[in-house]
């Protein structure tokens, strides 16, 4: 799967294709989040556009990834987690994010049904295998389950 022109080898400059993500919490994660007393805002620079979209800058330097600036930010009375600079791997159908203070947590989200055409990438978000009891234990909830269904996501070059 290829948009990028340029080799993850390659030794002088590569092509760098920009463009957004939109990424929209199903309705479920959205009632649960509210249940729970949990809010989520964008990181900048993400833009909130709603209560479950936000919109991502995206770049692709490497054919198999797609890099995101900007993050979000969930927080409740008593708990926090912000994740920012999703990276999605097209080849290994995943996510990695970037937790401030903590490093790189790779593999967070599986990308379920990614379909890669010309110009559009979409998947499903489903919390990878292993994953949810840190996102579960970090945030003091119980809403997030292995393999859920989380947010749908669809990137534009």
């Not at 409740?76 to 159908?93: G, P």
Request: no cysteine; aromatic share 8%; hydrophobic share 45%.
């Amino acid at each position: 799967p290829a948009i990028a022109k340029g080799k993850p080898d390659d030794k002088g400059p590569k092509a760098k294709v920009k463009g957004t993500t939109s990424l929209m919490f199903t309705k479920s994660v959205k009632n649960k989040l509210a249940k729970d007393g949990i809010k989520v805002d964008a990181v900048a620079p993400a833009k909130k556009v709603n209560k479950v979209k936000f919109m991502f800058t995206a770049s692709q330097t490497r054919p198999q990834y797609i890099d995101h600036t900007g993050g979000l930010a969930f927080t409740r009375a008593d708990a926090s987690l912000t994740a920012t600079d999703f990276v999605f791997d097209l080849a290994a159908q995943n996510v990695d994010l970037t937790v401030p203070g903590v490093g790189v947590v790779d593999d967070v989200f599986v990308l379920g049904k990614l379909k890669i055409n010309k110009k559009t990438v979409t998947a499903k978000l489903k919390v990878a295998p292993g994953k949810a009891v840190l996102l579960n234990d970090t945030l003091k909830t119980s809403l997030f389950i292995d393999g859920m269904f989380v947010a749908k996501s669809s990137t534009k070059f």
